[in-house]
């Protein structure tokens, strides 16, 4: 596959519900330095039907499910980018995502990994606040748990083929698990602009109510 500048993965479960709005804000200013791979992991629901109607825009791929990690790391070993990313299903991004963080990309060569702030959005799209991500401190990161990049982080490639990618075992953290590991050899820039939407509802996994293994997978990765 001919390189290209960026490549933004999106993972698909049982996502008919917000998938149109998220595709729509990723394609209204996709331009030719940027691939978009879009997985569906095995939805049971319109996901597959949905995307098909994007498949001259886009990459389309239908796998049996896998999680999300693993259909990450699927859509990563695929890219033909330089740096990768990746969006959730029912995210999205805000105008001028991809001409701010490329613009970023050239005037700082030296970062590997670079994430902007973000808005909290409800289940009908509408804003609750915005969320300026703190800048990287390592200390923050090891000692404090924060987990200072959200949606809308990209990485160069060279940070997936040494980590590996998400871990599939770990179900709430493989986020947090990526930049701890990534922490200890790349760099990492915070971009002080709102670029991205992370969508808070009851099917999101991350508000779904705790359980023992849960609670307990943030202190095992620790």
């Given at each position: 596959?001919v390189?290209?500048k960026?490549?933004?993965v999106?993972?698909?479960?049982?996502?008919?519900?917000?998938l149109v709005?998220?595709?729509?804000s990723?394609?209204?200013?996709?331009?030719?330095e940027?691939e978009?791979?879009?997985?569906?992991?095995g939805?049971?629901?319109?996901?597959?039907?949905?995307?098909?109607?994007y498949?001259?825009?886009?990459?389309?791929?239908?796998q049996?499910?896998?999680?999300q990690?693993?259909?990450?790391?699927c859509?990563?070993?695929?890219?033909?980018?330089?740096?990768?990313?990746?969006?959730?299903?029912?995210?999205e991004?805000?105008s001028?995502f991809?001409?701010t963080?490329?613009?970023?990309i050239?005037?700082?060569?030296?970062i590997d990994?670079?994430?902007?702030?973000y808005e909290?959005?409800?289940e009908?799209?509408?804003v609750l606040?915005a969320?300026p991500t703190?800048?990287?401190?390592?200390?923050?990161?090891?000692?404090?748990?924060?987990?200072?990049p959200g949606?809308?982080?990209?990485f160069?490639q060279?940070?997936?083929a040494?980590l590996?990618?998400?871990?599939?075992?770990?179900?709430?953290?493989?986020d947090?698990?990526f930049w701890?590991?990534?922490s200890?050899?790349f760099?990492f820039?915070?971009?002080p602009?709102?670029?991205a939407q992370?969508?808070?509802?009851?099917?999101?996994q991350?508000f779904q109510?705790s359980?023992?293994?849960?609670?307990?997978?943030?202190?095992?990765?620790?």
């Amino acid at each position: 596959m001919v390189s290209m500048k960026l490549t933004l993965v999106i993972p698909c479960y049982n996502a008919e519900k917000y998938l149109v709005k998220t595709l729509t804000s990723v394609l209204r200013e996709k331009n030719d330095e940027v691939e978009v791979i879009a997985i569906n992991d095995g939805s049971k629901d319109d996901t597959e039907k949905i995307l098909e109607l994007y498949r001259d825009k886009i990459q389309i791929i239908h796998q049996a499910n896998a999680g999300q990690a693993a259909t990450l790391n699927c859509g990563w070993k695929m890219a033909g980018g330089e740096w990768l990313g990746y969006l959730s299903a029912d995210d999205e991004l805000k105008s001028g995502f991809f001409q701010t963080m490329l613009r970023e990309i050239g005037q700082y060569p030296q970062i590997d990994i670079f994430y902007p702030d973000y808005e909290l959005t409800d289940e009908n799209s509408e804003v609750l606040r915005a969320v300026p991500t703190p800048d990287f401190v390592l200390a923050d990161l090891v000692v404090n748990m924060i987990c200072q990049p959200g949606p809308g982080a990209i990485f160069i490639q060279k940070v997936f083929a040494d980590l590996g990618g998400w871990n599939p075992e770990l179900r709430q953290t493989p986020d947090f698990d990526f930049w701890l590991r990534a922490s200890r050899k790349f760099s990492f820039r915070r971009v002080p602009q709102v670029l991205a939407q992370f969508r808070v509802h009851e099917d999101s996994q991350s508000f779904q109510a705790s359980n023992s293994a849960k609670s307990e997978e943030p202190l095992r990765l620790m």
